[in-house]
């Protein structure tokens, strides 16, 4: 990598940096791209140039944030296959936790801007794409219905837990219980299409996540009015 490439790289972490700090003090809604590029000392057209504007910037922000669940070396050192599908949904959780509130504005972003709806698809393509590399070496295994369809099977998968992630920014679910709840959801799809000694494991799993939840939704919600 050649300096400049480097001066670069350097930049735009600098530019993530701060955009993730701002973001913790006002919210998405309030940061204005001026106010960033004042913030990290460069021009708006610069700006413009390392990103594309401020969805883009938010999108980069996201990628970064998955790109990091991946990163690990529990996820290295986790077997290919149903073992990486949990890694990568536990780390996604624990990302989530480390970060709390720039995690909730940043969904909070995410979900309720229109113009994020390209973003949307486009960060869910990513996650996908991870998914079925792992489904497709529990496929090899035979551990999955040879009907299955890999991308819709890996979609459904996305869905159940950007949902949990939604429930808990928006204060739905307690912090305890985002992992259990992400593991829960993952593994309630999967027992639909998994055979053999791999589905008894993910039902012990479901069943042991299901036992990490303090009380049903409704009951807490009594609790909370009574």
Known sequence: MSLLDEYRKARRSQILVAARRMIVERGYAAVTIRELASECGVSVPTLYNQFGG???????????????????????RAE???????????????????????????????????????????????????????LSVMRKRRQLQPWVDLPRLAGQLVSANIGIAVQWSSGLLPSGELKPAMRYAMGLVLLGVLRGASRDGVAH?????????????????SEAHS
């Open 54 to 76: 401020k969805d883009a910037l938010l999108a980069e922000a996201i990628e970064d944030q998955f790109r990091a669940s991946q990163q690990t070396e529990a996820f290295e």
């Open 80 to 134: 290919p296959g149903l073992e990486r599908l949990l890694t990568v949904i536990d780390q996604s959780a624990q990302q989530l936790l480390d970060s709390a509130t720039y995690s909730q504005r940043l969904l909070a972003a995410f979900t309720a801007i229109r113009s994020t709806t390209a973003l949307q698809q486009k960060v869910g393509a990513a996650f996908v794409e991870v998914l079925i590399a792992e």
């Open 205 to 221: 799993m479901v069943e042991a996540a299901q036992a990490g939840f303090a009380s049903p939704p409704r009951e807490r919600d």
